[in-house]
């Protein structure tokens, strides 16, 4: 994971309005009802995986709370094709296969490559699978992100998104940004208008604070939020509390973190080495106890990553470990 934690690293430096913060950690899997999904910390969250694996996302779907986040299959820079089209369509399938069903994407990604590769690799989708996508950010070349939330250009990016992933309509529809130039209400107004059409189920926010959050909810029902959280970079804490109250589903992004601000010996390292696992695994399990809301959506382009992940899954923290890496805030 050496090359993929020097990415996140690089990212970190980039500042939250002109970088939507994108997520480049190793993809995880959760197999709900498994009795070994625990990871054991005594705390507030302590019984979150034990008791509840799974989360009710809009009142009518029921996913697994660990997702898989599709941004890492495609090309360099999020552009374009993946060097190997048929080890990135290994890696959807064998995702759904782990027992994923919550798959998040965008129109950005590649741009479009991420959500041809979902639907080549799994449609017809399996009963269950929540395909989550986004629109709100345009690409003008590789590791370019410039947002445009005007309604017409969201109207034409979800008509993309449905026939790119071969849907009549989009489960979970998110606002991938806040774009200065275009109010809040004009982007989610016209979110709601192709709900009211029948192209969206749901609709969610991305990279917003808790004012922008009550502007949207104003307009239009909003399920779930997608702002950066991890170990280190806690700076959406009120945005996850506020979720928490209203129940809403908070996907982190970037949620493993660099690790760049940690010393060489850190309670993270210190449970990676007295359970055999990698430190990614470790900030997963905590993760997952943070919060009962908490959906994660990492992602990975590698198979053996995967793997890796899912073994996380079965990772049980004691109450120690929890409160010690708990303590690492930023």
């Known amino acids: 994971m050496t090359d993929e934690l020097a990415a996140r690293n690089q990212e970190r430096g980039v500042t939250r309005r002109k970088f939507v913060r ?7 899997a959760i197999l709900a009802g498994k009795s070994d999904v625990i990871f054991g910390a005594n705390t507030a969250t302590s019984s979150n995986m034990a008791t509840n694996p799974t989360f009710n996302l809009g009142g009518d779907f ?12 495609t090309g360099e820079g999020i552009w374009g094709w993946p060097p190997d089209r048929e080890k990135a369509l290994k890696v959807l399938r064998r995702t759904v296969e782990l027992g994923v069903n919550l798959i998040d994407t965008a129109d950005a990604y590649g741009p479009d490559t991420s959500e041809l590769l979902i639907a080549e690799a799994l449609y017809p989708y399996p009963k269950g699978l929540v395909i989550a996508t986004k629109g709100g950010l345009t690409r003008p070349g590789p590791s370019q992100w410039v947002p445009n939330c005007r309604p017409d250009h969201l109207k034409q990016a979800l008509d993309g998104s449905l026939k790119r992933l071969r849907l009549d309509r989009i489960d979970l529809y998110q606002l991938h940004t806040v774009d200065s130039k275009v109010p809040i209400e004009e982007s989610v107004g016209a979110l709601k208008q192709m709900q009211d059409a029948g192209k969206i189920r749901h609709i969610g926010l991305s990279n917003v604070d808790r004012k922008e959050i009550d502007r949207a909810r104003k307009i239009v029902p909003i399920v779930s939020v997608q702002n950066r959280y991890n170990i280190e970079d806690r700076e959406s804490e009120d945005v996850l509390v506020y979720c928490e109250k209203e129940k809403l589903g908070f996907l982190p992004w970037f949620p493993i973190g660099g690790g760049s601000g940690l010393k060489p010996e850190n309670p993270l390292k210190t449970a990676a080495n007295a359970h055999g696992v990698s430190v990614f695994q470790v900030a997963l399990a905590w993760l997952l106890e943070r919060s009962s809301v908490m959906l994660p959506i990492p992602g990975t382009s590698s198979l053996a990553h995967l793997e890796e992940n899912v073994a996380a899954a079965r990772l049980k923290l004691t109450p120690e470990e929890w409160k010690a890496i708990d303590a690492l805030r930023g």
Do not use: C, E, Q
């Not at 029921?62 to 299959?73: E, K, Q, S």
């Open 22 to 28: 994108i997520s480049l950690a190793s993809g995880a």
């Open 62 to 73: 029921t996913v697994n709370r660990l997702g898989f986040g599709a941004m890492r299959v």
